[in-house]
């Protein structure tokens, strides 16, 4: 992975020192809240309804065990003793005091991390596929080109007060791990028919008040023009945002107004005007790219006789590797995908002890590599076939070895009105009362492939609107109901959900995802995933069944 350099560093160091300042003013009464508020987010920090919250970037979803060790240190110390993964790969801590706040800074600092452009309106922290490295689908690895636009964003002058935040992903693969598609500017890499390495850059996604599938301004971009490229698209998106209504401020609108045609021909012309001045010089992207070399992998063979006898012996490991384990493009090797979504637990959320058993397990069986996905969970890239069932006990012993990866109860949810004061309604508990309701393994198994996204508000940190079932909290006089869609999706096959009908009570929402399931097992034909019933059959036959029991 990428090391910070001194120049990297000194900066952190500066900016900690310069909050801490900032930090001392606010409680001695010398700022008040609204002058000290743009301070605070613009180092991650966030009032919330109980407490502050500090939200650390984890750039393109990349820790060293040292790192996560010290996130942990840090929920132990300053925190309720966890910490909660976030949809765009960050970590956040929901208890934060402020006088602690610059400390904790320095302890991030200390391991080249820090809560920088994790909020305002800026470029925030690109994503990418948390199989990176692993996987023989992609193309290249696209941790290079996020590591090139992370410094190339950081601290950007001209990009640091956008007419609203700004978010990127990207992708390497024929199989969308970013949800690329639903992002202000997603980047998909490809090979042309000669060799040549490019981008196809789709730009206006998004979910929110207005969701949008982002439509794709080029095809083909070198990627030695990238930087210039996206410096040509944020020109353009700060020239014409709005800036008067928050409503409609993101790029998506600007896009959907003026048209995917026109807003592509205006980026040319300012691109015209940059020229390649901007790009990424051979010499540095070679620097980049150094840090990123092939893992020292060993040669093994395909096969693991003790792989194999453990699967055989031990059917909860089996069924462990059938649904948390992928194929890694290395012989003897495995990808594997740690749920931190067991039964009963809040999605996302990761204790101190158990982030210190996934340093531990990546640093002994794992070439010390962890990613985050999106989909809040955790991923050991690099992992000896061999080695598994030992991963796997130690998994198992600290509470997250749930085998339930894309399965039903591997739910995204925001942290909803339990800790956000944006929310309108609670995500964790309907995530929570799902997940019980699809406790059996071997039912769970048989529903296949079904991604449930819940948001407490329409901010969509949940994703809601591109989950097989999304869920939407809503405030109806006080009391929380729930809107849902079906058919979204944030792949390669990217859709925007469909309304089912009128919202539901709290109360009806576990059961209604329940009758949803009964449909699709009665109407699904072969092999068909929910989301492949639901596109053939559309939504009446699931609508007239959850109703029908509604009332």
């Known amino acids: 992975m990428y090391q910070y350099d001194t120049i990297d560093k000194a900066m952190l160091a500066d900016r900690s020192s310069e909050f801490r300042g900032q930090v001392a003013r606010r409680l001695a009464g010398d700022l008040t809240e609204d002058q000290f508020k743009p301070l605070r987010l ?33 929920g132990r110390i300053y925190d309720k003793g966890y910490g909660h993964f976030t949809t765009r790969t960050n970590l956040q801590f ?24 994790t909020s305002g309106n800026c470029i925030r922290n690109t994503t990418t596929d948390p199989y990176a490295g692993a996987t023989a689908e992609e193309v290249d690895d696209p941790r290079v ?128 005007k940059i020229g390649e001045i901007a790009d990424l010089p051979d010499t540095e992207l070679a620097r980049i790219r150094g840090a990123f070399a092939a893992a020292n992998f060993e040669v093994l063979p395909a096969q693991s006789e003790a792989f194999e006898a453990a699967k055989a012996s031990t059917p909860a490991f089996a069924r462990f590797v059938r649904n948390n384990v992928k194929p890694h493009k290395k012989s003897g090797y495995g990808i594997v995908e740690i749920s931190l979504k067991g039964i009963g637990d809040t999605p ?85 009362h799902i997940a019980e309701k699809f406790r059996d393994q071997d039912r769970a198994e048989k529903i296949g492939e079904l991604k449930i996204k819940i948001s407490g508000c329409i901010n969509a940190c949940g994703h809601h609107h591109v989950g097989h079932i999304g869920i939407l909290g809503v405030d109806k006089k006080g009391e929380e109901f729930y809107q849902l869609t079906l058919g979204g999706s944030g792949a390669e096959d990217a859709s925007v959900g469909s309304m089912l009908g009128p919202a539901l009570p709290y109360e009806k929402v576990a059961d209604a995802v329940d009758t949803l399931v009964e449909v699709y097992l009665r109407e699904r034909q072969g092999d068909e995933r929910f989301l492949d019933t639901f596109r053939r059959t559309g939504v009446t036959p699931f609508k007239e069944a959850v109703y029908a029991d509604a009332h």
């Open 42 to 74: 613009m180092n991650g920090l966030y009032l919330q309804l109980h407490a502050y919250m500090l939200r650390v970037a984890i750039p393109y979803g990349s820790l060293n065990p040292t790192q996560l060790r010290k996130l942990a240190e840090i």
């Open 94 to 117: 929901h208890w934060i005091k402020l006088a602690d706040t610059p400390d904790i800074l320095d302890h991030l600092a200390s391991v080249d991390m820090h809560a920088i452009q």
């Open 145 to 272: 080109w996020a590591e090139a636009i992370r410094q190339w964003s950081t601290f950007h002058p001209e990009f640091s007060f956008l007419p609203r935040k700004f978010k990127i992903a990207i992708t390497a693969a024929p199989k969308d791990r970013t949800a690329a598609r639903v992002h202000d500017i997603g980047l998909v890499l490809k090979r042309a028919r000669d060799g040549a390495l490019g981008f196809e850059v789709i730009v206006g996604g998004g979910m929110g008040r207005t969701p949008y599938v982002g439509p794709t301004i080029k095809e083909f971009l070198p990627v030695n023009r990238l930087l210039s490229y996206l410096e040509a698209v944020l020109r353009v998106y700060n020239r014409h945002g709005r800036r008067d209504n928050i409503y409609k401020a993101r790029i998506k609108i600007l896009v959907a107004a003026l048209g995917k045609d026109e807003f592509a021909s205006q980026v040319e012309a300012e691109w015209a």
């Open 348 to 432: 996302g959320d990761a204790t101190s002890e158990q982030m210190e058993v996934v340093a531990d397990l990546a640093e002994q069986y794992g070439l010390s590599d962890i990613r985050v996905t999106h989909e809040q969970n955790l991923v050991l890239p690099h992992v000896k076939l061999d080695d598994l069932p030992t991963v796997w006990a130690g998994l198992r012993d600290a509470g997250i070895g749930t085998p339930n990866i894309n399965l039903i109860s591997d739910i995204i949810a925001c942290p909803g009105l339990d800790y956000c004061a944006l929310a309108n309604a609670r995500a964790i508990p309907i995530a929570q």
